[in-house]
């Protein structure tokens, strides 16, 4: 049988797509295997920074080197921004940037249905050169809706070995999406499927290279959402987190148009009323939340990243009352200083940001809050960085994810004078995890006495042959937690906190 491997980097929203990647192969008859053995092994990137580049390259390297047969797709945001870079690496048979992604098996795999056997197939892959197409381009061109840059473009040199699927992201409107998966939690040993409801952004943020790889902000529709929760909520599931590029953004790109019968209810020549009931008949994360809660028995529902200015005062407040959505708000900072915000072209100032954080405490107190931290923006001064600093001292932070700014190739950032030595961001990023590190500690013995729920996640082999087993988990509130004993996984359990150890909890089944 002709198997697959798919190797994510990045976020929630890649971790998504490489999902909705393997769906396709494994309704096409293909199985899984590890990347040091699979026939086919995609890579479906990030390039968020600098760095995420150097990851994906490094991967190609190493599947090149432990399997020097299989044939490497690269796929993902680092496809979509250079394609002929990838293309030119040694190894490479295909790049598929994210404007195909939601056919790469067609694209890879074109003659699957009615064409030779499986081990036919698998022969003729495995006697492809190694740097040959494992594409069919008459069958691939004919059957897409976009033309593969290899056919456009005039200079084919990258490209004559290596095929090149990448178009126009921003001729997306619609938004096909998967969750991370969908089989039995007893068989696929994960717990905690990742559904992507949005994916792109209408934000231009300076440093950031996501919208150009990414696309319009897209919305999946309220009833194909509701249909994955399903699906996913038969097979077994317990937690559901729900992700996107830039989440609280979910419904503004649907369109909606109120009934006749709802612009009724208000005063004919009341203009004011009917744009009212327009408003709150809009789609929204809150409502979207809303609608999971009453339409489906989930019985956790986890909300990934959302920015400051979506955190809504009835957002708060449902996350707050819901004991069936997770306590715990991703909100991203970037800098606290106002001066670099505005450099960043981001759409809130600190004071903004202070506010939502209080408010998200004061409704849950015992929440975690985490935050996206950037050192080293382009003119960042001592004074700019001890705003950000004294800010994340004030807040009431469970974690942060510290980043050094990374220029991104085309970005208005990467243009900007004073661009800050790699040194001084370095140290500065350190600071900041220092503090981070602090405050997760602080938060971890607070929990210590307490009772809090947990969902099982795997169990852990005993490294001694009398040690007891452990079973590790996740707390409502975001905790890293071992639970003494073993358990199965995906079970709720209450869990009374004994300890702290090694950067996470201790604890029984109360």
């Known amino acids: 049988m002709l198997t697959f491997h798919v190797e994510n980097f990045g976020c929630r929203a890649t971790q998504a797509d490489g999902a909705a990647v393997e ?39 190493r599947v090149q080197r432990q399997n020097p047969l299989a044939k490497i797709i690269v796929t993902g945001c680092y496809a979509q921004r250079a394609p002929e870079e990838i293309a030119a690496l040694p190894g490479v048979s295909a790049v598929i940037g994210n404007s195909h992604k939601h056919q790469l098996a067609e694209l890879a795999l074109p003659a699957l249905s009615g064409g030779p056997a499986v081990e036919q197939r698998r022969s003729a892959a495995r006697d492809l050169p190694s740097s040959g197409p494992i594409l069919v381009p008459e069958v691939a ?15 084919r040199e990258l490209r004559t070995e290596n095929w090149v699927y990448v178009s ?84 503004r790109d649907l369109d909606f148009s109120p009934r006749p019968s709802d612009l009724g209810k208000t005063a004919p020549n009341d203009v004011r009323s009917s744009r009212s009931a327009v408003r709150r008949l809009t789609p929204n994360l809150e409502s979207l939340l809303g609608c999971i809660l009453a339409e489906t ?12 200015m979506d955190w809504t005062d009835s957002l708060i407040a449902l996350v707050a009352s819901s004991p069936r959505i997770a306590k715990h708000a991703h909100v991203p900072l970037q800098s606290g200083s106002d001066a670099v915000l505005r450099r960043m072209h981001r759409k809130y100032r600190p004071w903004h940001y202070r506010e939502k954080i209080e408010k998200i405490h004061a409704a849950m107190p015992t929440a975690a809050i985490g ?33 050094t700014y990374s220029a991104r190739p085309g970005t208005p950032a990467a243009a900007m004078p004073n661009q800050v030595p790699v040194h001084v961001a370095r140290e500065r990023n350190k600071i900041l995890r220092d503090l981070a590190a602090e405050k997760k500690r602080a938060f971890m013995k607070s929990a210590v006495g307490t009772v809090l729920e947990a969902i099982t996640l795997s169990t852990s082999q005993p490294s001694e042959p009398n040690a007891p087993f452990v079973t590790e988990a996740l707390t409502d509130n975001y905790h890293k937690l071992y639970l003494n004993g073993r ?24």
């Open 297 to 308: 028995s989930l019985e956790k529902l986890r909300i990934s990243s959302v920015e400051p």
């Open 141 to 155: 061109v004919n059957s897409r809706a976009f033309v593969p840059v290899s056919v456009l473009a005039e200079n």
């Open 168 to 251: 126009d992201i921003f001729a997306h409107t619609e938004l096909l999406a998967a969750p991370v998966f969908e089989s039995a939690p007893h068989e696929s040993a994960r717990t905690r499927p990742n559904l992507k409801v949005q994916d792109g952004c209408d934000n231009r943020c300076s440093f950031c290279i996501i919208p150009s790889v990414r696309g319009q902000s897209r919305s999946l529709p309220p009833s194909e959402i509701i249909r994955e929760v399903k699906v996913l909520v038969a097979a077994g599931y317990k937690e559901l987190v729900i992700s996107g590029i830039n989440l609280g953004r979910w419904g």
């Open 371 to 403: 935050a996206d931290v950037m050192t080293g923006f382009p003119g960042e001064t001592d004074a700019e960085f001890e705003a950000t600093h004294r800010l994340i001292a004030e807040l009431h932070f469970t974690y942060l994810h510290v980043f």
């Open 23 to 61: 769906r396709q192969f494994e309704t096409r008859g293909l199985a899984r295997a590890s990347s040091s053995e699979a026939d086919l092994v995609i890579l479906n990137t990030c390039t968020v920074t600098n760095s995420a580049d150097q990851d994906a390259r490094a991967a190609i390297r």
């Open 487 to 510: 358990h199965a996984p995906n079970q709720w359990l209450p869990v009374r906190v004994e300890k702290v150890s090694d950067g996470a909890l201790i604890g029984s089944v109360r």
